[in-house]
Structure formats: structure tokens, C-alpha cells
């Protein structure tokens, strides 16, 4: 709810939670962990973020 109206702030959060996860999870693919925390920034067929659906 905090980041319901305020979607580059959500992205801008889970930028910095993508870089901080990076350092710690340092044996993941880094193209895994950022499709996890930023993946829905790109659209397409899957839930973004927000709980909806782009097309």
C-alpha cells in the first residue's frame, strides 16, 4: 500500500533492494536477482508489482 501511487519509487526501492540482495547472494545470477526485484518494470504478460496485469 505505502508505494500503491508511486510506482518509481517502488522501482527506486527495489533498485537499491536488488543491489543490496547482489552483495549478499553473491553464488545467484545476478540476471535471476534482477528479474526478481525489477523484472515487472519491463511490462509484459506477468504481474507487475502493483498487482496488475500489463498486457
Given at each position: 500500500m505505502e508505494f500503491a501511487d508511486a510506482p518509481m519509487s517502488l522501482a527506486l526501492y527495489m533498485g537499491?533492494?536488488?543491489a543490496?540482495?547482489?552483495e549478499d547472494l553473491t553464488w545467484a545470477p545476478a540476471g535471476t536477482l534482477h528479474r526478481r526485484?525489477?523484472?515487472w518494470l519491463r511490462g509484459g504478460h506477468e504481474d507487475d508489482a502493483l498487482g496488475t496485469?500489463?498486457?
Open positions: 537499491a533492494q536488488f543490496r540482495a547482489a526485484f525489477l523484472g496485469r500489463t498486457p
